[in-house]
């Protein structure tokens, strides 16, 4: 059985500023970074960090006191970090590595992305849990 999901005005509201603002983050943080570490560089460093923050998150939403759950965990995961984080991105810059024939290249920060994320949303998920105290 599936949850149900919904969304009021204000929820909308919400996830659009905080995607926003994360988008704007993503856009300084690759300013900032492309020019020593390439743009696909710039993009993992974001990818990775915002998947730790989404680990984080949850754990801060499990804690036995939780000080973001509801709409704020929506506000700052799908809004926030889904603003800063970006798949598109990130495939964009695979297919055009591939494309320029650094196959190699292109495999690597694909499986470094895809596996590095998931790998540090959990390591968020557990520091958070320890630090925190929850479950």
Do not use: E, Y
């Amino acid at each position: 059985m599936q949850a149900q999901v919904s969304i009021t005005g204000l929820d909308f509201l919400l996830i659009c500023l905080g995607g926003g603002l994360g988008s704007i983050l993503r856009a300084v943080m690759i300013a900032r970074f492309a020019p020593s570490v390439s743009v696909a560089g710039a993009t993992l460093v974001i990818n990775l960090s915002g998947s730790f923050l989404i680990g984080l998150a949850l754990a801060v939403s499990f804690a036995p006191s939780p000080v973001l759950g509801g709409m704020g965990l929506v506000l700052v995961t799908t809004g926030v970090l889904g603003g800063f984080t970006t798949v598109s991105g990130f495939a964009l810059q695979v297919l055009d590595m591939a494309r320029a024939g650094r196959k190699g290249r292109a495999g690597a920060l694909a499986c470094g992305t895809l596996v590095g994320c998931v790998l540090v949303a959990f390591a968020g998920l557990h520091l958070g849990r320890i630090f925190l105290g929850g479950v």
